[in-house]
């Protein structure tokens, strides 16, 4: 039976209870899931293609780098596969809510705010229909069984449409033309792509592995691996397109070994320009409209804010440096693929054993006591990300082994 499954024996007053577990269960596994959020934003990536490996020209890393940075591919259409696995605890439906909230949704907004929505494309595996025209129109799809959830950004507007509650979100994008391309949202191994090459620097190898296809096209696999120990992280392999340059399909394997913790790549992909009645949208008769300036105080101000490339990964502070935001000021320390963000929740630390009671066991079995100088522990992890809250309250995250993170609390004492 799952955790809090209910039966005809349990009473209201058990089933209220139940509820309230879920409920602290969530605020303290909130840490790992919004790191884990951050890092398929980061990393997503994907297995590269199946079929025989094309013969193309010899090209270095830093060439292929400078390709992937040259290209502007200003219209297509396509196709992509996203499979996410962060190894998050099965819960019973509550880490769906979990990446909800960590996105900002608070419950009580429109269930076609893409705030919400785009969030469950961290967790399993979706198929998305994309077309882009330039920086001022774009639309993704997310293609569901009997419903379909799409973003349509066509010049100010942002139009995000659930068929399935029959809801519509409204917004606007930004005006300024420099940031037309911050308005689409990171669902294409481009974007994907484009985060992980800003992690390139002296704590990184980067180098080309053959050839592949990907969506019938000829491709140069790019490899990009921590030189430090201690990541989490194995490997990041970017399939990119030989002659127009955007990347294809992006890998993400954990040190572990096994699946890849993300897989993102185009199943199908035309460089021509969509048609423009693919980025009109009305509202269907009978829908429910959310307008931007009437939703709940922290829902989404737009795709284009929440998940453009102008996004958490660019205002991440160096090491050292305080946030500015979050609980107590949010700090990074370490470098490159080491780094571990840190920040004080002001609270007790995680309830354990049988001073937490019943829910003290169950938090017991999601996570690992740790010991050390700091003091003692729980370590919740995922296939990718880690996360230490100590006894006193404080939390300590990153894509590093469970030994770094408590070597941080230690040093950081």
Do not use: C
């Amino acid at each position: 039976m799952a955790p809090y499954a209910s039966d005809d024996s349990t009473t209201a007053g058990e089933v209220d209870e139940q509820r309230s577990g879920r409920r602290k269960a969530a605020r303290y596994i909130v840490p790992v899931t919004v790191v884990g959020v951050a890092a398929a934003t980061i990393g997503l990536v994907p297995a590269l293609a199946d079929s025989g490996d094309p013969d193309l020209p010899k090209i270095s890393a830093q060439q292929l780098i400078e390709k992937i940075a040259k290209s502007d591919v200003q219209q297509l259409s396509g196709t992509v596969k996203i499979s996410t696995d962060l190894g998050l605890p099965n819960l019973g439906g509550l880490e769906s809510g979990l990446l909800s909230g960590a996105a900002g949704q608070g419950g009580d907004g429109s269930s076609a705010d893409p705030t919400a929505k785009l969030t469950e494309l961290a967790s399993g595996t979706h198929t998305l229909r994309v077309a882009v025209d330039g920086p001022d129109r774009q639309k993704l799809s997310l293609l569901e069984n009997a419903a379909e959830y799409s973003v349509i950004h066509n010049g100010t507007d942002v139009w995000g449409y659930d068929s399935k509650s029959n809801e519509v979100y409204h917004g606007t994008s930004a005006d300024s033309p420099e940031r037309g391309k911050d308005q689409q949202p990171p669902a294409t191994p481009k974007d994907f792509a484009e985060e992980a090459l800003k992690a390139v620097d002296d704590t990184t190898s980067v180098t080309v592995d053959g050839t592949a296809q990907v969506a019938g096209r000829d491709a140069y696999k790019l490899v990009v691996q921590p030189k430090q120990s201690g990541s989490t992280v194995g490997a990041i392999t970017v399939a990119v397109d030989a002659k127009t340059g955007m990347p294809l399909k992006f890998t993400l394997t954990p040190a572990s070994g096994g699946a890849a913790v993300v897989d993102v790549g185009f199943t199908k992909v035309d460089f021509a320009r969509p048609a423009a009645s693919t980025f009109d949208f009305t509202p269907p008769k009978g829908a429910k409209v959310t307008e931007e300036k009437d939703a709940p105080k922290g829902a989404s101000k737009g795709f284009g804010e929440e998940f453009g490339k102008g996004g958490a990964k660019d205002h991440a502070p160096e090491a050292g440096q305080d946030a500015g935001k979050g609980p107590d000021g949010m700090k990074t320390i370490g470098e490159g693929w080491n780094a571990i963000a840190t920040f004080d929740t002001g609270g007790e630390g995680v309830p354990s054993g049988k001073a937490g009671g019943e829910f003290g066991g169950f938090l017991d079995s999601l996570g690992d006591k740790v010991h050390g100088e700091f003091g003692s522990g729980t370590v919740f992890s995922t296939r990718l990300v880690n996360a230490l809250v100590t006894d006193d309250g404080k939390v300590y995250a990153g894509l590093v082994t469970k030994d770094a993170l408590v070597k941080a609390a230690d040093a950081a004492k």
